[in-house]
């Protein structure tokens, strides 16, 4: 049962008291907003609807949207022209994160950036290699890789330099993604940060988190350990389309104030989109 209809449920079997409110913060906890942010709208949803007299379903509602929306950022992905673009994308095995960084350049490509380079940072993992490898020549985009255990901030280097070669570009750099040890992987994603960070043109570079939709408030967690490791820009949701929950945008937003900037929804290289903050909110109610 989806957010929207756990809504109806309690309008159905509640009256609009102390109680209701208690019952809508478990609904929207359920629904992956997180306990301190849940606690915090319907504490500041049910001093709104005493002091404006609002006791009506239709009318609750509508705060309790515009109070959810005002908490979900969004932001666009936009490469500058005539510029070397650095995107360093990050985010746990197994989020999507590789598969995200091939539909990226899938959708780049076809909006017609040519001088585009994957950059296989993951050389933790030889199967990670592989798998950019292979989704590079699925959609026809090269990828600068090294062999397994090389030091990866020179995988992003030579990208990099690959790139400026040709002129203005992108390059989007795969990261691993280890959390079981931490300050290893803090060390690492600071080293490859530098290096994007003075190989990008000022003003070009981009460090993206892809989170997975399905896991919730660890998405929320694994957000909080990126961006205190390297400050995070944006963000990735992927599986968008498969939980009725999905709520973790608005926690992020609000604890983290991380903005989302692609929605990924299948398997195909073309099932990624811009996130729309309005349609995520009332399709977060609604279903």
Request: hydrophobic share 40%; charged share 30%; aromatic share 6%.
């Amino acid at each position: 049962m989806g957010l929207g209809e756990k809504l109806k449920s309690l309008f159905g079997a509640k009256k609009i008291d102390e109680e209701f409110f208690e019952d809508l913060t478990d609904v929207l906890v359920e629904s992956d907003i997180g306990a301190k942010t849940s606690y915090e709208i319907t504490d500041e949803l049910e001093k709104v609807c005493r002091k404006e007299k609002i006791s009506n379903e239709k009318d609750i509602v509508e705060k309790l949207k515009t109070m959810l929306l005002e908490n979900v950022k969004e932001t666009k992905l936009e490469i500058v022209p005539d510029k070397v673009n650095v995107w360093m994308v990050l985010g746990v095995n197994g989020a999507g994160k590789t598969t995200s960084v091939a539909k990226m350049a899938n959708m780049y490509k076809k909006q017609g950036i040519e001088n585009l380079v994957l950059a296989s940072c993951d050389t933790f993992r030889a199967a990670a290699i592989e798998q950019l490898n292979y989704h590079g020549e699925k959609v026809g985009v090269r990828v600068v890789s090294h062999q397994h255990g090389s030091d990866p901030s020179a995988v992003v280097f030579d990208a990099c330099d690959a790139v400026r070669a040709k002129g203005p570009g992108l390059v989007i750099a795969d990261t691993a993604g280890r959390l079981h040890n931490k300050e290893n992987l803090v060390r690492e994603l600071q080293k490859i940060d530098r290096i994007c960070a003075t190989k990008a043109d000022e003003g070009c570079y981009k460090k993206i988190i892809v989170l997975d939709c399905t896991t919730g408030q660890n998405a929320l967690r694994q957000a909080e350990v990126f961006n205190e490791a390297i400050k995070v820009d944006a963000i990735i949701l992927t599986k968008f389309d498969s939980t009725a929950k999905g709520g973790v945008a608005v926690s992020i937003g609000r604890e983290l104030g991380i903005p989302v900037a692609l929605v990924c929804t299948g398997e195909h290289y073309e099932d990624i989109s811009c996130f729309d903050s309005q349609k995520y909110i009332n399709e977060l109610i609604s279903n």
